[in-house]
T-cell receptor
């Protein structure tokens, strides 16, 4: 079983709608959770980090964490064509440990 | 510089050759990470440094891979006796501390013929 699991997609969402991206992780002791956006041929860019159960909002992005269910999600409101990219979920067990990435979900926003 | 700098941006070499990939982190960032990314996959952890020392090298696939960071700034990833399976994008990231967000460089695309 992979440590961090994501649906590879592609996930197609109409412009202006909410895109919902999901991620599960296997290590129950994980403490830090991250969402990165990666455009084709580019390096990953951090868009959200979350450390506590519940929701964290930043502009059009909301990260949701449920440690009991070992589940983290990213919501993108008012989706724009520029949001089309691969979204990588990443998990860190403790502050001094490596980050494990999922394989990413490819998101496509259709005009 | 303003961001993480990786050189070269592309490297093509023959099977069996030795390669060195360089990463210059953001100034003041003490933590430095190396990842490898294959097409359609997420970055795969290789090694990370806190200062000059390797804090975790558990991701290095075998003894052909080695990395150094002698002065706590620039790091070099070294690959001996390259194999075709080593072909990937090698990403470097740095952060202000171990629990701070990581900032990635543009990567080195390594192709082994």
């Amino acid at each position: 079983q992979k440590e961090v699991e994501q649906n590879s997609g592609p996930l197609s969402v109409p412009e202006g709608a909410i895109a919902s991206l999901n991620c599960t992780y296997s290590d129950r002791g994980s403490q830090s959770f991250f969402w990165y956006r990666q455009y084709s041929g580019k390096s990953p860019e951090l868009i959200m980090s979350i450390y506590s159960n519940g929701d964290k909002e930043d502009g059009r992005f909301t990260a949701q964490l449920n440690k009991a269910s070992q589940y983290v999600s990213l919501l993108i409101r008012d989706s724009q064509p520029s949001d089309s990219a691969t979204y990588l979920c990443a998990v860190r067990y403790s502050s001094a440990s490596k980050i494990i990435f999922g394989s990413g979900t490819r998101l496509s926003i259709r005009p | 510089g303003a961001g993480v700098s990786q050189t070269p941006s592309n490297k093509v070499t023959e099977k069996g050759k030795y390669v060195e990939l360089r990463c210059d982190p953001i100034s003041g960032h003490t933590a430095l990470y190396w990842y490898r990314q294959s097409l359609g996959q997420g970055p795969e952890f290789l090694i990370y440094f806190q200062g000059t020392g390797a804090a975790d090298d558990s991701g290095l696939p075998n003894d052909r891979f080695f990395a150094v960071r002698p002065e706590g700034s620039v790091s070099t990833l070294k690959i001996q006796r390259t194999e075709r399976g080593d072909s990937a994008v090698y990403l470097c990231a740095s952060s202000f501390g171990e629990d701070q967000p990581q900032h990635f460089g543009d990567g080195t695309r390594l192709s082994i013929l």
